[in-house]
T-cell receptor, first 115, second 114 residues
């Protein structure tokens, strides 16, 4: 079975400051890793994913995440945040050998960007 | 068309009512999902349909009844719900349900059970 731990429930940060949202996972099998973002009153949007290859993955809006197999982590970072980045962020895993599309989500981290 | 639509946006129902939630996509996706999300919590998977057949039921109570009439449409029929069933119900779809496919989420239906 897989599980995902997001270590911070809330992360307040000032605009233009860097931010890191932490995610650790536990799994006995190989997994794919995802970050989803949920803006208020909306559904989830895929931010970025790690399937294989380069351990550093980037999104189009400046976020990046690095897969660290030895530390079983997939932390999300952005060098300079904007007010519009205020949202709930969910880390998720999916068993790579499965064919169900079953995502296991972490508890979420609320990113609050202050002016 | 690259979106998943859900209707209604909001629904208030009594414990004796019967209602349905609707989800639609026209991206040619063959896997569709229902999730339940309580406030300040992550989404929890309820059901997965793959090629119009129910492939996963995460031990959901029978008062929730999913239906997939065709490859574009997914319904969730509700009957005799409890107040604790109040939540945001999210629908998602992906190409075929494989681990490499991205799931696209709808905006959700916010359900309140009185």
């Amino acid at each position: 079975a897989q599980s995902v731990t997001q270590l911070d429930s809330q992360v307040p940060v000032f605009e233009e400051a860097p931010v890191e949202l932490r995610c650790n996972y536990s799994s006995s099998v190989s997994v794919y890793l995802f970050w989803y973002v949920q803006y208020p009153n909306q559904g989830l949007q895929l931010l970025l994913k790690y399937l294989s290859g380069s351990t550093l993955v980037e999104s189009i809006n400046g976020f990046e995440a690095e897969f660290n197999k030895s530390q079983t982590s997939f932390h999300l970072r952005k060098p300079s945040v904007h007010i519009s980045d205020t949202a709930e962020y969910f880390c998720a895993v999916e068993e790579s050998s499965g064919n169900t599309g079953k995502l296991i989500f972490g508890q979420g981290t609320t990113l609050q960007v202050k002016p | 068309d690259t979106e998943v639509t859900q209707t209604p946006k909001h629904l208030v129902m009594g414990m004796t009512n019967k209602k349905s939630l609707k989800c639609e996509q026209h991206m040619g996706h063959r896997a569709m999902y229902w999730y339940k999300q309580k406030a300040k919590k992550p989404p929890e998977l309820m059901f997965v349909y793959s090629y119009e057949k129910l492939s996963i039921n995460e031990s959901v109570p029978s008062r929730f009844s999913p239906e997939c009439p065709n490859s574009s449409l997914l319904n969730l029929h509700l009957h005799a719900l409890q107040p604790e069933d109040s939540a945001l119900y999210l629908c998602a779809s992906c190409l075929s349900g494989g681990a490499l496919d991205e799931q696209f989420f709808g905006p959700g239906t916010r359900l309140t059970v009185l």
